[in-house]
């Protein structure tokens, strides 16, 4: 028999809990079978979860596989369930997918289930029937959003459908802890620690804990899971389909699985990250070195090696200006037991406790002025609204709800980070905070973890090798960790 190809499409999470895959297969296989074509299981291509109307066709992972297996083989038959499983764009398939191949292949027949004779896109019919599965795709993403939108500002609600997040279970359309919350949980607590993101993936691979997919951890899962504030009990919305686009926001939601205080300081190690460099870096001291004599920032040299299987690590901290080096090894044993004897001292003295609560609570009064700013910018757009309705001007009536609707996800945002503020408070009041710093100096420390130390307590070192070092130190925990300057004037 002759061999084909086909090619099964399943375009949404709620067709995985129906037997889509199943139905088309056995579609394909018994059409094949009626062509005198064989199919063999390695040559039945899935997409799973993929959109055919939202993504062009050569977006599509596995359509574009199954284009390079047919090249590689050339085998130059392949079978669809229908062609609404092809294309929902009316066109890309045929550019992307079609086309090319009939110059590799001249002799390529596509079939579909639902028709005897191979796919022409010169062919009427076929063009009649990529543009009403477009349409009808169309009809449907209108009434989605419209939907969606009508679910999201009822008075009772209840979370959409859609995929579950990891570490949740969904009960009568609400989110619940699953057995899997405690690796969300500990996934934060690493990464607060300066842990990346590809050293927690290999720490769970290592672990043999399954991955959402059931598969091995990577790092990007990691990043999905850290950036996703579904974790802290909030539920997002993003309606990217409309005219105007629009961005629900609803704390408090559901069980958090984390603090929000937590993803706030896992956001602040990222961006000291960005700012002072690697956190797993040997150099722990990197971009907080300043020469006593000319004031430039000391940089890094390493000229280690390796001979005969043996390492040997040659580290400095180099003043190119001034032209001298200080092997890290002598710096680090003079510099690290100074700073956490004032670390530890620090973080146990009651005024330090008193200046982070006034620090905190100016913080606060920053993100209330900025709320009221922007309530009173909703007012104005609001107002501009009415005009504009009254006017018949319904552009400007867009626009100023528009402006509205991004007020407001604004406001979301500051609350949402006012609430952060006062996890942080609450954990400043029961000694939780500082408890956590206590803790690491008490233990062997790793080198991020070190490394975050200094990023949070030291403001500069002043070294030269003819000058004792001099450690200025932050005076204000919070004010490194949280600068008034991120809270832009709003409204």
Known sequence: MTLAFGYIRRSSYKQQENNSVEIQKAHILEYARRKGLSVPEEFIIIEDVTSAYNKRANQRKELMRLKEMMVETMIPAVIFYEESRMDRTAYTFVLDFYRPLKEVIPDILIYTTNSENPFNPDNEQNKIALLLYRQESEIKSHRAVGNLIAHLEAEDKTRPGSKVPFGYKQVKKMLTPNEDAEIVTFIYYLHSWGVSMGKIASILNEAVIPSPSGKTWRPSTIENILNNPVYTGMLIWDIQKSKTERKYQFPDFHEPLIESSLKQISDINIQLQKDFGRLDTPFLFLNKLTCADCGDKLANQNGSTKRNGISYLYQYYVCRNCDYKLAIDELHEKLLPQTFKHVQS??????????????????????????????????????????????????????????????????????????????????????????????????????????????????????????????????????????????????
Do not use: W
Not at 368 to 390: F, P, Q, R
Not at 402 to 411: D, W
Not at 463 to 470: D, N
């Open 346 to 491: 620090f973080i146990t003295a009651q005024t330090m406790k008193a200046t982070s609560e006034v620090y905190l609570s100016k913080f606060q009064n920053a993100i209330k002025k900025n709320i009221a700013n922007l309530k009173n910018s909703i007012d104005k757009a609001h107002s501009k609204g009415c005009i504009a309705k009254e006017q018949g001007d319904k552009e400007m009536e867009e626009a100023a709800t528009f402006l509205q609707l991004k007020y407001q996800a604004s406001i979301n945002n500051l609350v949402s980070y006012s609430k952060s503020v006062d996890d942080l408070k609450g954990a400043l009041d029961s000694d939780a905070f500082f408890h956590r710093f206590n803790q690491l100096l008490d233990s062997s420390l790793a080198i991020t973890e070190k490394r975050l130390i200094i990023l949070y307590f030291v403001d500069e070192i002043l070294i030269s090798p003819e000058k004792p070092p001099k450690l200025i130190f932050c005076d204000n925990f919070f004010e490194q960790l949280l600068p008034l300057d991120k809270l832009q004037k709003q409204g």
